[in-house]
Nanobody, 124 residues
Framework: QVQLEESGGGLVQAGASLRLSCKAS????????LGWFRQAPGQEREFVAG????????FYGDSVKGRFTISRNNAKATIYLQMNNLKSEDTGVYYC?????????????????WGRGTQVTVSS
């Protein structure tokens, strides 16, 4: 069982940057494909970004391409999401997720483990 814990959320103004982190309990961290999702009130969970086991492949949702960057440090069992030029529509709870596969997936059901989420609020 992999436990994930996000951090780094907060309240920022539009145009600002934030860096989210997600620490995993699993020592064999490089066995897992990882992703970030977000959910705004009243909306479905949305795929933000995914990364394969060694960080060699990444994939982004259309709404964040060019602004967000996903990365991972397997030695630290940590995944990151660098968010630049934040917009009000980026507001939501951000979740990190891990799947029992080394490759990327952009669908929530493909992920087996989830963190509790961290709130990001962007004021316009």
């Amino acid at each position: 069982q992999v436990q994930l814990e996000e951090s780094g959320g907060g309240l920022v103004q539009a145009g600002a940057s934030l860096r989210l982190s997600c620490k995993a309990s699993e020592r064999t961290f490089d066995n897992y494909g990882l992703g970030w999702f977000r959910q705004a009130p009243g909306q479905e969970r949305e795929f933000v970004a995914g990364i394969n086991w060694d960080g060699g492949n990444t994939f982004y949702g259309d709404s964040v391409k060019g602004r967000f960057t996903i990365s991972r440090n397997n030695a630290k069992a940590t995944i990151y999401l660098q968010m630049n030029n934040l917009k009000s529509e980026d507001t939501g709870v951000y979740y990190c997720a891990a799947r029992n596969s080394r490759i990327i997936a952009n669908q929530a059901p493909a992920y087996n483990y989830w963190g509790r989420g961290t709130q990001v609020t962007v004021s316009s």
